[in-house]
């Protein structure tokens, strides 16, 4: 089943095995898949500007539909045309739903040691801001209204994701009230030329995956996504899971694989058949002082680079190695605690994950995936 | 007296009453002045990429040698090849002598609450790093070694600068020992092409001012620099010190007024004939939120900024205007703790000293500077 949204349309350009390249057209643009979306939790990806993240490559971002909802507020965000306005990010944008922020970081606050009201019950979530301890509540009816009003292009059904730890009837439970929320979120109404993806749980258990899988591919949803990776199982049990479910999820819809990942679960997810993902590892791990490079990472604090001129990654066209900024210079910048480094370093770290997908694209396109994906590893030092 | 160091000139463009436009050349360019320095204390001015400070319009920049002595150190730096190379800052540049914050910077530390050993004797500052303790020493040769090591294009003398409630005869003193230290710096072999300045002490005593203006002159030095002054002492002294000192700088030389300061310091200071500035208040101010406009500051936090869709200034040409940041947008990045702001208002106010003095200058050569001065405080609200 294609999206059926007006302005959205999904285009396969070629597969290799299960790899795909593939075009996703949004009323904001094209996107090229496999794509990799920069967060910008509030609006904006952290220390970059939007000029700077379009520049890197980003053909879409996310924004935290939690964080804008508590502030500054879903209403305001309306008021002044919508996130593509406010955030002043002129290419695609899609908005997660709020639940799985508002489950795990509400609840998780050390500013509310005390358990929170934070109610998971069958109409949504009811919690408490981790700013101020405000109550919110988060049904599957507002979420989808709170992200109309945020105006991304596309929507997150809301959903229920379970810890890693949690036993198969929890997941059971998890899945089944997930597509009752993928039916409800669907009934309600949302502006037109916005997308709804919806979201298949069932942890790491292959069988759920799949008729979870099944069950969400019947209903119109624009995009299939896959929550509930990456919440602290062992990574090899994900890419395990991943290979045999990515591929039986509807080819005709855009695939996303929720917060996922390193340069390597990217690589080894796109093998499986995902297309979309997005993580806050390059700009996080930039703000850090980790450089991802084509021959592995760099820590940039390390002694070793105190007095080497050279650039992160001299094949590297980003503003920070074309600019030729050394390795020491960004050593020196943020062991004083300057702020230019975190830029740099998340810049970079967007241009190589927007090289990593190209990437990907071209050696599917030229059906070599899997040699491409092996030697792309084998450089950075990783297994396979 | 004219600046005597091969690759330097400096020639008046015109007159107006005691101010000056001029042009001052150096070996990475001309800087045409009235100027402001944004500073670049590590070799970076804060939170800024060198591309974004050049393109605000600043032609030249001051880095502290006090920090840069600390870390990384001078032979780091000279190691990959000077400061131009190491920050990537291709216009010109000016370090101070660190002498300034071996005084005030070491001897305040938190860290270090028990008075630190900082002696201030006949050769220099024996002075603790406020970052761990270690002991340097800052004779006169060596802030003329470490400067050259450093490699900016004008280095400053090492000189005494009493704190603004020191006694006549302790002021007397320092004034002294500067000129003794300035013959001595001048007779320190520092690298060709580097310019040196000599600072000119005093306090606010308009008579030692004078006498000093005139036993530096008398030097080969390549400027002339008012120290001493933003000390603590109220503004409106020294701005009555400076209309009377100022005009007697020797008309040949750039004169510069150390570490000021506010749109109206400078409107009035370059009056009274000074040519050059430094001071951290624009990208200081800006990551406090602050933003300097034709109509007076704003204060990005307030309330009623919250739904205002305007940029900071309409007619302002810099990114952040340009790319129409709202304020909204603004506030709630600034309050959300986002990086992006400070670097918006930073590069903003950058926008605005520089196109102060780009609008000083202009009046200069026009011969209506005071009318322009009076015009121009009144549309920011500012008292003439």
């Not at 988060?138 to 596309?154: C, H, K, N, S």
Request: glycine share 8%; proline share 7%; aromatic share 8%.
């Amino acid at each position: 089943m294609k999206p059926s949204t007006p302005g959205f349309s999904f285009d396969i350009v070629a597969t290799d095995a299960s790899a795909r390249s593939a075009v996703f057209d949004t009323p904001h643009g094209r996107v090229a898949t496999p794509t990799f979306m920069p967060v910008g939790t509030q609006g904006t990806v952290k220390t970059l500007s939007p000029d700077e993240v379009a520049d890197s490559g980003a053909q879409m971002v996310l924004a935290n539909t939690y964080h804008l909802l508590l502030r500054p507020g879903p209403e305001t965000v309306a008021a002044l045309g919508g996130l593509h306005e406010f955030s002043r990010w002129p290419r695609a944008m899609l908005t997660d739903s709020g639940g799985f922020q508002a489950y795990s970081l509400a609840a998780a606050s050390p500013s509310f040691p005390q358990r929170p009201l934070v109610q998971h019950a069958e109409d949504g979530f009811l919690f408490k801001s981790h700013l101020d301890g405000t109550l919110f509540s988060l049904t599957v009816e507002r979420a989808v209204l709170v992200q109309g009003l945020l105006g991304a292009d596309v929507q997150m059904q809301l959903d229920v994701c379970p810890p890693a730890d949690a036993p198969r009837e929890v997941v059971e439970e998890a899945v089944l009230r997930t597509t009752r929320w993928a039916r409800r979120a669907l009934s309600t109404s949302r502006p037109a030329r916005q997308a709804l993806f919806g979201i298949v749980q069932g942890g790491c258990f292959a069988d759920l995956r799949a008729a979870h899988a099944a069950d969400l591919a019947a209903l119109p949803f624009d995009g299939l996504a896959l929550g509930g990776f990456s919440v602290g199982e062992p990574i090899e049990r994900m890419h395990e899971t991943l290979r045999d479910v990515a591929p039986k999820l509807d080819p005709d819809r855009p695939r996303y694989l929720m917060g996922v990942g390193t340069p390597r679960d990217l690589i080894r997810a796109i093998g499986a058949g995902i297309d979309m993902f997005d993580c806050v590892l390059p700009t996080r791990n930039g703000r850090n002082g980790q450089a991802f490079t084509r021959s592995g990472r760099i820590v940039i604090k390390q002694a070793q680079w105190r007095e080497d001129g050279r650039p992160l990654d001299d094949q590297c066209a980003c503003p920070c190695c074309a600019r030729r900024f050394s390795r020491a210079f960004l050593r020196h910048l943020y062991l004083a605690g300057e702020i230019l480094p975190l830029r740099l370093l998340s810049l970079h770290n967007l241009h190589f994950y927007a090289e990593l997908t190209r990437g990907a694209r071209r050696a599917i396109e030229e059906n070599r995936y899997a040699e491409w994906a092996q030697a792309t590893l084998a450089q950075m030092g990783e297994n396979p």
